[in-house]
T-cell receptor
Framework: ETGVTQTPRHLVMGMTNKKSLKCEQH?????MYWYKQSAKKPLELMFV???????ENNSVPSRFSPECPNSSHLFLHLHTLQPEDSALYLC????????????FGPGTRLTVT | GENVEQHPSTLSVQEGDSAVIKCTYS??????FPWYKQELGKGPQLIID?????GEKKDQRIAVTLNKTAKHFSLHITETQPEDSAVYFC???????????????FGKGTLLTVNP
């Protein structure tokens, strides 16, 4: 196990639903990340948090809303998604923004119908 | 911004053979190059990385080489085993003082299959 857990592992939601993805890291890290992994595309960095503060939003649509209540937990709130948002959403953490290694969770496989 | 190209997209080898995956990058300022392995149902895991001050790094059966002049780097796996079967991603970032270590630009991945 990488020390980063994500729930749920699979999620199917309609375009009008509201759901949340949860990530928790047990590594004592201070930085946390959300990535989107789509088929045949490179991993896309979505959001970055450092010591609970958002430091990066890579032009992500507002239908994705992150929340970081503390350095161990990260949420991604989803509402009015589109079918093209179907993907694997990966959470990662690192000691800090200057740390090289990122530790990834297993991801949430999201399907938007 | 940085662009990372990775080839091949799929690679099939016989157990015991070597496997080589190649990546090129566009930003000459990039100086950190990690390789991640993603097994089915799991998140990517760092397996080896190299920084621009060295040309080669080895860790048991895996090695990475870097050619800064040509802006390409490669992953070499020797004596492949079925458990090496996975998707491998290369990445690049501008690390160090004044850089953004965490801003990794990833390649699209290589599906490696090792046949017993």
């Amino acid at each position: 196990e990488t020390g980063v857990t994500q729930t749920p592992r699979h999620l199917v939601m309609g375009m009008t639903n509201k759901k949340s993805l949860k990530c928790e890291q047990h590594l004592g890290h201070n930085a946390m990340y959300w990535y989107k992994q789509s088929a045949k595309k490179p991993l896309e960095l979505m959001f970055v948090y450092n010591f609970k503060e958002q430091t990066e939003n890579n032009s992500v649509p507002s239908r994705f809303s992150p929340e970081c209540p503390n350095s161990s937990h990260l949420f991604l709130h989803l509402h009015t998604l589109q079918p093209e948002d179907s993907a694997l959403y990966l959470c990662a953490s690192s000691k800090g923004l200057s740390s090289y290694e990122q530790y990834f969770g297993p991801g949430t496989r999201l399907t938007v119908t | 911004g940085e662009n990372v190209e990775q080839h091949p997209s799929t690679l099939s080898v016989q157990e015991g053979d070597s496997a080589v995956i190649k990546c090129t990058y566009s930003d000459s300022a990039s100086n950190y190059f990690p390789w991640y392995k993603q097994e089915l149902g799991k998140g990517p895991q760092l397996i080896i990385d190299i920084r621009s001050n060295v040309g080669e790094k080895k860790d048991q059966r895996i090695a990475v080489t870097l050619n800064k002049t040509a802006k390409h780097f490669s992953l070499h796996i020797t004596e492949t085993q079925p458990e090496d079967s996975a998707v491998y991603f290369c990445a690049a970032s501008i690390g160090g003082s004044g850089g953004s270590n965490y801003k990794l630009t990833f390649g699209k991945g290589t599906l490696l299959t090792v046949n017993p």
